[in-house]
């Protein structure tokens, strides 16, 4: 059996909220063995010297969209685009993320095929090199909604309808999501993804947008109480967050329009947020040659709910809300630049132990893999990474990984400061 021991100058282990110093790992194969002070090896361990580094859990990226190679893509997707050009962009997004210091990515789903499950299956069989990928399923959304990408070309309406009716999730009506519930768990997709409200970035919805039915939200989730599946929801405003709450949704991504009263709903009932700071930074803290890359209409609704925003996040960051740590790269940074939501919680006051955890041990339990990885400690894979800047003090540190492994594996660390 392959061993190896890494030494730590300090390490996190996503389960005590501090430093402990001198630490060593005992990695047997795939999975932590050991993990403690002067551990004994066998004859022919390897020796990884981290004394110069502080060493914590695989990072885990839980708001993603891999399936483009440029962020400037994205809203071009839908036309120009075909599934292989998708599935390799979804490859080549895991195994930048990897070398970044991200073992574990979870995707929140795309409007078209991108094949993402045989991109998880390849990496899991060990033919493609990349994190692990946890995949929703496609966007479960309504025609015209901010899951639906065919606005982009809305001046040819034959065309935008026609492609419309190719999204296999994108419709009206109880019955229709009772069907799309049921084909994507047949897929394999590890849980559901709601578009269940406006959005920045799209031309002609809002963010506090209700965008499904009572009918058609009973539907989806009785329907996946049913079939035994888990769902989050893309949601800003508390008007739908606290109608998805009272449904019993396992989680929601974003909230940024978040008020204290929905706070309070989401820490009585547990439910997880994934709250993505990063794609609002530069509205929260006014940054116009950042919001000049994003589109007018990104632009003016950031503008009309700046106050809103800001209010929000102070409001999130002071609440005890189960947080995940979420990127949602879609404009101005790429996919795979996960650590700019470091800096993002960093530069907003928010506790760097608080951030650490959201980013391993809550994000393990939120894609449902904390039986697996997510916290350092026996009998788990070893998803081990190490930084060499401070990562109290500096709010670029986890955007300057210095190693990786992956279950045991060394794969090499890539700095992503000059991105």
């Given at each position: 059996?392959?061993?190896?021991?890494?030494?730590?100058g300090?390490l996190?282990?996503?389960?005590?909220?501090?430093?402990?110093?001198?630490?060593?790992?005992?990695?047997?194969?795939?999975?932590?063995?050991?993990?403690?002070?002067?551990?004994?090896?066998?004859?022919?361990?390897?020796?990884?010297?981290?004394?110069?580094?502080?060493v914590?859990?695989?990072?885990?990226?839980?708001?993603?969209?891999?399936?483009?190679?440029?962020?400037?893509?994205?809203?071009?997707?839908?036309?120009?685009?075909?599934?292989?050009?998708?599935?390799?962009?979804?490859?080549?997004?895991?195994?930048?993320?990897?070398?970044?210091g991200?073992?574990?990515?979870?995707?929140?789903?795309?409007?078209?095929?991108?094949?993402?499950?045989?991109?998880?299956?390849?990496?899991?069989?060990?033919?493609?090199?990349?994190?692990?990928?946890?995949v929703?399923?496609?966007?479960?959304?309504?025609?015209?909604?901010?899951?639906?990408?065919?606005?982009?070309?809305?001046?040819?309406?034959?065309?935008?309808?026609?492609?419309?009716?190719?999204?296999?999730?994108?419709?009206?009506?109880?019955?229709?999501?009772?069907?799309?519930?049921?084909?994507?768990?047949?897929?394999?997709?590890?849980?559901?993804?709601?578009?269940?409200?406006?959005?920045?970035?799209?031309?002609?919805?809002?963010?506090?947008?209700?965008?499904?039915?009572?009918?058609?939200?009973?539907?989806?989730f009785?329907?996946?109480?049913?079939?035994?599946?888990?769902?989050?929801?893309?949601?800003?405003?508390?008007?739908?967050?606290?109608?998805?709450?009272g449904?019993?949704?396992?989680?929601?991504?974003?909230?940024?329009?978040?008020?204290?009263?929905?706070?309070?709903?989401?820490?009585?009932?547990?439910?997880?947020?994934?709250?993505?700071?990063?794609?609002?930074?530069?509205?929260?803290?006014?940054?116009?040659?950042?919001?000049?890359?994003?589109?007018?209409?990104?632009?003016?609704?950031?503008?009309?709910?700046?106050?809103?925003?800001?209010?929000?996040?102070?409001?999130?960051?002071?609440?005890?809300?189960?947080?995940?740590?979420?990127?949602?790269?879609?404009?101005?940074?790429?996919?795979?630049?996960?650590?700019?939501?470091?800096?993002?919680?960093?530069?907003?006051?928010?506790?760097?132990?608080?951030?650490?955890?959201?980013?391993?041990?809550?994000?393990?339990?939120?894609?449902?893999?904390?039986?697996k990885?997510?916290?350092?400690?026996?009998?788990?894979?070893?998803?081990?990474?190490?930084?060499?800047?401070?990562?109290?003090?500096?709010?670029?540190?986890?955007?300057?990984c210095?190693?990786?492994?992956?279950?045991?594996?060394?794969?090499?660390?890539?700095?992503?400061?000059?991105?």
């Amino acid at each position: 059996m392959d061993f190896k021991k890494i030494k730590c100058g300090k390490l996190y282990d996503g389960v005590k909220q501090a430093f402990q110093e001198d630490m060593e790992i005992l990695v047997e194969g795939r999975k932590i063995k050991e993990v403690g002070h002067n551990l004994p090896c066998p004859e022919g361990t390897e020796i990884i010297d981290l004394t110069d580094k502080t060493v914590t859990p695989g990072m885990i990226d839980a708001h993603m969209h891999p399936q483009y190679f440029h962020w400037k893509d994205v809203y071009l997707d839908s036309l120009y685009n075909s599934d292989g050009y998708r599935t390799l962009a979804v490859a080549t997004c895991a195994k930048r993320c990897l070398h970044s210091g991200f073992t574990t990515i979870r995707s929140l789903g795309w409007w078209r095929e991108a094949y993402e499950l045989d991109v998880k299956r390849a990496i899991e069989e060990g033919y493609v090199e990349g994190a692990r990928l946890v995949v929703s399923s496609h966007f479960l959304c309504s025609p015209g909604s901010h899951g639906d990408m065919t606005p982009t070309f809305r001046t040819n309406p034959y065309l935008a309808d026609y492609m419309t009716a190719q999204y296999p999730t994108c419709g009206n009506g109880a019955d229709f999501f009772v069907g799309a519930v049921r084909r994507e768990k047949k897929m394999g997709y590890d849980f559901l993804k709601i578009m269940a409200t406006g959005g920045f970035a799209t031309p002609y919805d809002d963010p506090d947008d209700i965008q499904l039915n009572d009918d058609e939200f009973k539907a989806i989730f009785e329907t996946a109480r049913e079939v035994k599946i888990s769902s989050t929801a893309h949601a800003y405003g508390p008007r739908l967050m606290k109608k998805l709450i009272g449904y019993g949704i396992t989680g929601i991504e974003h909230g940024s329009l978040m008020d204290k009263e929905t706070a309070k709903m989401f820490e009585d009932s547990g439910t997880y947020l994934v709250p993505t700071f990063m794609p609002y930074e530069d509205a929260v803290h006014p940054d116009e040659e950042s919001l000049s890359k994003k589109s007018v209409h990104y632009q003016r609704k950031l503008h009309i709910y700046q106050k809103q925003l800001q209010e929000g996040r102070e409001i999130i960051i002071n609440s005890k809300i189960k947080l995940g740590y979420g990127t949602d790269m879609v404009s101005v940074h790429n996919n795979y630049e996960s650590g700019w939501e470091y800096y993002a919680w960093h530069t907003n006051g928010m506790d760097p132990f608080r951030i650490l955890k959201a980013a391993t041990a809550t994000n393990a339990e939120i894609c449902e893999i904390a039986d697996k990885t997510g916290t350092i400690v026996p009998g788990k894979f070893a998803d081990i990474a190490a930084w060499g800047r401070d990562l109290i003090k500096d709010p670029h540190a986890l955007r300057d990984c210095a190693f990786v492994m992956k279950e045991g594996q060394v794969y090499p660390a890539i700095s992503r400061i000059n991105d």
